[in-house]
Nanobody, 124 residues
Framework: QVQLVESGGGLVQAGGSLRLSCSAS????????MGWLRQAPGNEREFVGA????????FYGDSVKGRFTISRDNAKNTVYLQMNSLKLEDTAVYYC?????????????????RGQGTQVTVSS
């Protein structure tokens, strides 16, 4: 059974930083592109960013480019999302996703697997 478990969410002030982690189990982690999505109340799901199977390549949504960084540790079956210079509009539930297709990962899915999400709240 595949599980993606996000952690690291919480409350942070605008301008601050937060690092999310996603621990994967039940799949061959190194064979999957990994990504992060987010969804705020009343909004559609938004693509945040993704990382290739090797970690050599990344791709980000325009709203987070230059502020967020995705990395992965294949030995630990974990993907990370470093979020800097957080803004109020970054408040959302953040989801981890896995997909065997880079194209699917970076064009809105559908995703092979998705976690339950972790809440990030940015306050003024």
């Amino acid at each position: 059974q595949v599980q993606l478990v996000e952690s690291g969410g919480g409350l942070v002030q605008a301008g601050g930083s937060l690092r999310l982690s996603c621990s994967a189990s039940g799949l061959t982690f190194s064979r999957y592109s990994m990504g992060w999505l987010r969804q705020a109340p009343g909004n559609e799901r938004e693509f945040v960013g993704a990382i290739t199977v090797s970690g050599a390549g990344t791709f980000y949504g325009d709203s987070v480019k230059g502020r967020f960084t995705i990395s992965r540790d294949n030995a630990k079956n974990t993907v990370y999302l470093q979020m800097n210079s957080l803004k109020l509009e970054d408040t959302a539930v953040y989801y981890c996703a896995a997909d065997s297709s880079w194209g699917s990962m970076t064009t809105g899915g559908p995703y092979d697997y998705r976690g339950q999400g972790t809440q990030v709240t940015v306050s003024s």
